[in-house]
């Protein structure tokens, strides 16, 4: 890669939501995907992080999935020292020490064990597989569940678990090893480890990011508290600025739109601070949903950066140009719109999609070469260009079971190829601020 005084700055934003699976007034869960995610991917991820002392990235929070992780770690440990009831229905069924009797409960439950990527969850373990298999061709054929015994039940709810297990648990905890080794004939016991397991991990998620902020290795940072799409709630019309045939409600503007904004914000400032112990400095908006207002309110309530996509900086600054062609690196500059005191960053797409999409079918080696040509194109291209910085900003938590073990081969070589490679600085946004002596480009206008 060629060298410059002044490196390429990169930042990994690795965005972790989920949505309130929790019915009414506080229900059940009715999904399970927070603590599947939980003991899979947020642990991963975090142990990456861990493993590669030189690795930066910013992790972003959405609130209602921290409230959701503690409400888990707080059912479970009731569970284990009171007998109360997990109102989530695979994992209560796991918890035991029973299984459902009744047949429509069965399907449900064998529907549910399931859902998980074929390739890399199910068929890399023949026990599994075997499992699966059996509870397809049940599916196929009416009332056959009946003969379904409460070991197939208990050894397909075990192995389910096992599978969504992170490869750093599977690799480091005796639990699961022994477990897997067994293959078959599951005691309640064995069920009994596995929710302390569980336990365990998500009771440690927040701590360990907590611990990886304060050692100045990542940024974390928030997105507004129930993941709201705020350009919507302050101007219903801003849709047709994205999509000019879009279809409008008949209402002219979202009831106490702006009020509601601000409470999405306050609220989710307050959880973050709740679980980490400060106030985040940057915000990326639910879904990288942006517009003038937008930034104006996250300004006042004293962010100072936020995120979007390239379409949404290409769209402004076609129409704040007024000209057909766009200036060199324009994707890899910070912007400012009007005199704002926020900082706006935009995602490289093409290099966020093929970690996203692409790669997960590559040979980790390769994948991440062909990332570092990426980046050492960008870098010759920009090289007379201040302050530039490549954005690489995804879910942190749904690419990674279609890669081979979780993404455990390709994201310790990304984040060691980075952290080595001359010419490129692995940081924050925060760091980026913090060094920052010049001023961001100024944008005329913002098109959501």
Same mark, same amino acid.
């Given at each position: 890669?060629?060298?410059? !005084?002044?490196?390429?700055?990169?930042?990994?934003?690795?965005?972790?939501?989920?949505?309130?699976?929790?019915?009414?007034?506080?229900?059940g869960f009715q999904l399970p995907w927070v603590y599947l995610h939980g003991i899979k991917d947020y642990v991963d991820m975090a142990a990456h992080l861990e493993a590669e002392r030189n690795a930066r990235a910013v992790v972003n929070f959405a609130p209602v999935l921290l409230e959701q992780i503690d409400d888990y770690v707080g059912q479970i440990r009731a569970w284990l020292e009171q007998g109360q009831l997990i109102a989530d229905p695979v994992l209560a069924t796991l918890?035991?020490?029973?299984?459902?009797?009744d047949l429509e409960q069965r399907? /449900?439950?064998?529907?549910?064990?399931?859902?998980?990527?074929?390739?890399?969850?199910?068929?890399?373990?023949?026990?599994?597989?075997?499992?699966?298999d059996m509870a397809r061709w049940v599916q196929t054929h009416e009332h056959t569940a009946l003969y379904l015994n409460d070991q197939y039940i208990?050894?397909?709810?075990?192995?389910?678990?096992?599978?969504?297990?992170?490869?750093?648990v599977r690799r480091n905890d005796v639990r699961v090893q022994s477990l897997q080794k067994k293959k078959r004939g599951y005691t309640p016991e064995d069920r009994r480890r596995l929710v302390e397991l569980i336990g365990e991990l998500m009771a440690g998620i927040v701590a360990r990011y907590r611990?990886?902020? /304060? !050692?100045?290795?990542? /940024?974390?940072?928030?997105?507004?508290?129930?993941h709201p799409?705020?350009?919507?709630?302050?101007?219903?019309?801003?849709?047709?600025?994205?999509?000019?045939?879009?279809?409008?409600?008949?209402?002219n503007a979202y009831p106490g739109g702006e009020a509601r904004v601000r409470w999405h914000i306050r609220r989710g400032i307050e959880a973050f601070e709740r679980h980490f112990g400060f106030r985040p400095r940057g915000c990326w908006p639910s879904e990288g949903a942006v517009s003038e207002d937008t930034l104006r309110i996250l300004d006042e309530e004293g962010f100072i950066w936020t995120a979007s996509g390239q379409q949404v900086l290409h769209s402004s600054l076609v129409a704040s140009l007024e000209a057909d062609s766009l200036p060199d690196g324009w994707l890899?500059?910070?912007?400012?719109l009007h005199e704002g005191n926020l900082h706006c960053f935009f995602r490289d797409d093409g290099l966020s999609d093929l970690i996203g999409f692409t790669y997960a079918d590559w040979h980790a080696d390769d994948a991440v070469s062909n990332f570092m040509e990426h980046l050492d194109s960008i870098q010759r291209s920009t090289r007379r260009l201040p302050n530039r910085v490549v954005s690489i900003i995804l879910d942190g938590e749904n690419a990674w079971e279609y890669y081979p073990h979780n993404g455990s081969f390709f994201l310790p070589e990304l984040y060691r190829r980075l952290a080595i490679q001359p010419g490129? /600085?692995?940081?924050?946004?925060?760091?980026?601020?913090?060094?920052?002596?010049?001023?961001?480009?100024?944008?005329d206008r913002l098109v959501t």
């Open positions: 890669m060629s060298g410059d !005084a002044e490196p390429l700055k990169v930042v990994l934003c690795w965005h972790m939501h989920q949505p309130d699976y929790r019915g009414p007034d506080g229900g918890a035991g020490p029973g299984v459902p009797l399907a /449900e439950l064998i529907h549910a064990c399931l859902r998980a990527n074929e390739k890399h969850l199910v068929n890399r373990f023949p026990a599994f597989k075997q499992l699966a208990a050894d397909l709810l075990v192995w389910y678990h096992l599978a969504w297990m992170g490869e750093s611990r990886l902020a /304060e !050692a100045g290795r990542i /940024e974390l940072s928030v997105t507004p508290y129930a799409i705020v350009p919507l709630l302050l101007d219903i019309g801003s849709a047709r600025e994205a999509v000019p045939e879009a279809e409008l409600p008949q209402l890899y500059q910070d912007y400012r490129i /600085e692995l940081t924050t946004y925060a760091d980026i601020l913090s060094d920052r002596r010049s001023t961001p480009v100024s944008l």
